[in-house]
């Protein structure tokens, strides 16, 4: 799903109304596959 959302061009830089980042969230769920997904996604 997160990889579907991001290639139909979510923000991946965006902050929820707390300042959380996006890969704040997926850091704290521990979920490794979304955190590379993300971080992959940044770095282009």
Do not use: F, H, P, R
């Not at 061009?9 to 490794?32: I, P, T």
């Amino acid at each position: 799903m997160v990889s579907y959302l991001i290639s139909k061009g979510a923000d991946v830089q965006a902050n929820d109304g707390k300042g959380n980042s996006v890969l704040s969230a997926a850091q704290e769920s521990k979920n490794q596959e979304v955190i590379q997904l993300i971080e992959s996604k940044l770095k282009n």
